[in-house]
Nanobody, 126 residues
């Protein structure tokens, strides 16, 4: 059974950095999208960044984190990373890894992703 396992959450002070990892099974489709989402109550879960495994579509990060967050895919390890720098208190939330398979086009709607991790908490203090 394919699973997503997130690692790397924690507590940091504003301005600090964290790197989240999401490991999936190597035995998945050659075409897939992996994405990071975050949930900051009372707001709904929202996509932060995504990366496709193949195709011309490139990695994407949401405007509010562009320049601070970066998503990378290590195909050899079936792992994506979210490097988060210059963290702000408003980045606090639960971060989820999500996957969509058999596609080279990554979406920005939660219903497009068929597999979700359990989430990892990020807390940024001022």
């Amino acid at each position: 059974q394919v699973q997503l396992v997130e690692l790397g959450g924690g507590s940091v002070q504003a301005g600090g950095s964290l790197r989240l990892s999401c490991v999936t099974s190597p035995y998945i489709s050659k075409r897939y999208c992996l994405a990071w989402w975050r949930e900051r109550p009372p707001k709904e879960r929202a996509v932060v960044a995504y990366v496709p495994s193949v195709g011309e579509d490139r990695e994407w990060v949401e405007d509010s984190v562009r320049g601070r967050f970066a998503i990378t895919l290590d195909k050899s390890k079936s792992t994506i990373y979210l490097q988060m720098n210059n963290l702000k208190p408003e980045d606090t939330g639960m971060y989820y890894c999500a996957a969509d398979f058999d596609t080279a086009v990554c979406g920005r709607r939660a219903r497009e992703y068929v597999l979700w991790g359990q989430g990892t908490q990020v807390a940024v203090s001022s």
